[in-house]
């Protein structure tokens, strides 16, 4: 059996990458909005420049959209200068994005192969402000989830942001039946108990109904968590 990245490196090189939208998602616009709304962008490593990691990227079309401002970003986030690190453990992918988006790295863009469920290089340990998460997470089969959301919290600096655009809702089909994946549905409920298990808690979250006639995903979700501090467990008896 295939692995994983076997999995995803055959849809790359078929050109079975039909999430991909060509351009930013049509939610980044208010996610960031949300995110201004419901933390202090302007301190988030201040005076640095605000570091975004952006695993599962795919073709990068979102965190290009940031570097190059390309879409209106709320004030307190075009205030600062902005590095997003993207990645992605297809080499394919990270090829398209760099076909596309080249000429942005080294001018804020990043991108590198990369496993976001691997342990996290000490260099990398509290790096980044800002984790965006755009079909990543609702692409893992659950039991790979909470390997990639302990990585991503090692990656957030104290006080960190998890932005995510989770799949709430997917309509079941012949070729999609219930509980199959990917993309794995999420109910709004269980991911605030699986981020809270995973040392994030839930600023703020609204429901998108989505209106895209061509696929399965019905109902998606703007969600800004914060890292929060790991509990030293107290052995008893
Ligand atoms: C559904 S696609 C979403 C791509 C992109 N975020 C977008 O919105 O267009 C999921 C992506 O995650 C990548 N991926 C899956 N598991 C991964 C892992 N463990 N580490 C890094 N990338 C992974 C796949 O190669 C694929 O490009």
Redesign the pocket.
């Known amino acids: 059996m295939g692995t ?2 076997d ?3 055959e ?2 090189q078929g050109h079975r ?1 039909g ?3 060509g351009g930013a ?1 049509e939610c980044l616009v208010p996610l960031l909005k949300l995110f201004a709304k419901v933390s202090l962008i302007e301190s988030l490593g201040a005076p640095g420049p605000l570091r975004i990691y ?9 965190g290009a959209a940031i570097v190059s401002r390309s879409i209106p970003l709320p004030p307190s986030l075009a205030a600062r200068q902005i590095e997003v690190m993207a ?4 080499p ?2 990270i090829d398209a994005a760099r076909e596309i988006y080249g000429n942005l790295t080294g001018k804020g863009l990043s991108l590198a192969v ?5 342990d996290v290089p000490v260099a990398e340990k509290q790096k980044f402000h800002v984790v965006f ?4 997470l ?3 089969r659950p039991d ?1 989830r909470p390997a ?1 959301l302990r990585a991503c919290h090692d990656r957030l600096a104290p006080g960190g942001i998890f932005l995510s655009l989770p799949f709430t809702r997917i309509e079941d089909t012949p070729e999609h039946p219930p509980g199959s994946g ?2 794995f549905e999420i109910s709004m409920a269980n991911l605030e108990t699986l981020m809270a298990d995973h040392h994030f808690r839930l600023l703020a979250a609204e429901k998108v109904v989505v209106r895209r006639p061509d696929t399965i995903i019905k109902e998606e979700a703007l969600t800004v968590f914060e890292a929060i501090k790991k509990r030293k467990k107290i052995l008893t008896g």
Do not use: I, K, V
């Open positions: 994983e990245q999995f995803w490196r849809r790359w990458t999430w991909d939208l998602h952006s695993p599962g990227c795919g073709r990068a079309h979102d990645t992605d453990f297809a394919e992918a990369e496993d976001a469920r691997a998460d755009r079909a990543m609702c692409a893992l790979l990639y990917p993309p």
